[in-house]
């Protein structure tokens, strides 16, 4: 409300003290745009009060047209022109006598003047003003109150309807289970979510539209490992997408999980190399728990999920053990191109501390 009231006063003084040529064309501009923009939306949208308020404008607007008619025609015209003599036909002869007189003193005064030099006069003739030179002004200044009206929204202080990206949660204060400290090179869940909570993290996705409602870390250890493989992850959360990092620390090689999925009849199995690593893509379904918070405490039977596609890279390009595998979900059991998880990786892998192997 407050940037409204101060553009409507700083508009209302400049057409205040504007010159005429320069207040007029830029009244016509502003009333024949504005005029044409409500009357169409009144047409569209069947709005009688915004036709009324339409007309108005091209009313006005019709109006300050036919006064700058008006004052180009007197600029033309001008005053009538006099007689070489100053004197006009048909004027008896004692009023000539009188005005030959009036001529030669008036001679006679020009005389005197030019020899002390030239003096002006509240009835000297002014320079009048370049009438197309202000109409590009009333142009420029309408221009310029444009953009900054256009500007103002994104450079002052105000409330932005725009949701700001999740960011990862601050996690420096958790206690880090003991396999993170057996283990040198294991990152942690919050480091793996800086590393993925990337700004283009969306339109890698194939969705640039959207922004991320969600970005989360913990720093779990393995399943069946007694707490002593630390296994840390992070993810984030699309409209569309869902995507999860984790990092595993155990002695399974790349090429020992290749051939586990094999033998368990898995069919979407691809082999490649990522930035020197072996890797490879596998797919699996997601897992659905449904959890009651009433009284009874008590919640539904774990259900399948949507298919998920999983790329999984060694730790390093020997392969000696564990693996960082990207993960990709939605909702509604699209996915998209192995492609996308493969630029993921390749872009998310660079951006995790490396630790050094003892």
């Known amino acids: ?16 003290f ?26 569209r949208d069947h709005d009688q009060v915004a036709a009324l308020l339409g007309v108005v404008f091209l009313v006005f607007t019709a109006i300050r047209v036919y006064v700058v008619v008006r004052a180009v025609r007197a600029r033309r015209n001008g005053s009538p022109a006099a007689t070489a003599e100053g004197v006009a036909v048909g004027v008896p002869a004692e009023t000539q006598a009188q005005a030959h007189a009036q001529a030669q003193a008036q001679a006679h005064a020009q005389e005197a003047q030019a020899a002390v030099g030239p003096r002006p006069g509240p009835g000297a003739p002014q320079k009048e003003p370049n009438v197309w030179g202000q109409a590009i002004a009333a142009v420029a200044l309408f221009g310029a109150l444009g953009g900054a009206l256009w500007v103002a929204p994104y450079v002052m202080p105000g409330d932005h309807t725009t949701p700001k990206p999740a960011s990862c949660s601050d996690g420096e204060d958790e206690k880090l289970p003991k396999a993170y400290k057996e283990t040198p090179r294991a990152v942690t869940g919050e480091e793996l979510c800086k590393a993925l909570n990337r700004p283009d993290l969306a339109r ?52 020992q999980y290749i051939r586990l999925k094999q033998l368990g009849g898995e069919q979407y ?3 490649l190399t990522v930035l020197g690593r072996p890797a490879v893509f596998s797919s699996d379904h997601t897992m659905k728990f449904e959890i009651n918070l009433g009284s009874g405490g008590t919640g539904g039977p774990v259900q399948q999920g949507p298919l998920a596609r999983t790329l999984s890279v060694a730790l390093d390009p020997k392969d000696r053990g564990g693996s960082y595998d ?31 192997v003892h």
């Open 269 to 271: 199995v691809k082999t």
């Open 326 to 356: 990207f993960t990709v979900w939605s909702e509604s059991g699209a996915l998209p191109d192995d492609d996308v998880l493969l630029h993921i990786a390749e872009k998310v892998l660079p951006a995790i501390p490396e630790r050094t």
């Open 204 to 255: 890698l996705l194939g969705t640039p539209q959207e922004t991320a409602t969600s970005a989360s870390s913990s720093n779990n250890t393995a399943a069946l490992t007694d707490g002593k493989v630390a296994e840390p992850e992070a993810e984030v959360r699309f409209d569309t997408y869902t995507v999860n990092v984790s990092a595993t620390y155990n002695k399974l090689t790349t090429a």
């Open 18 to 43: 504007l010159p005429f040529w320069v207040r007029e064309p830029l009244l016509i501009l502003i009333g024949s745009v504005l005029g044409v923009r409500i009357t169409y939306l009144a047409v």
């Open 1 to 16: 409300m407050f940037m409204i009231w101060w553009d409507h006063r700083v508009l209302g003084f400049l057409l205040r």
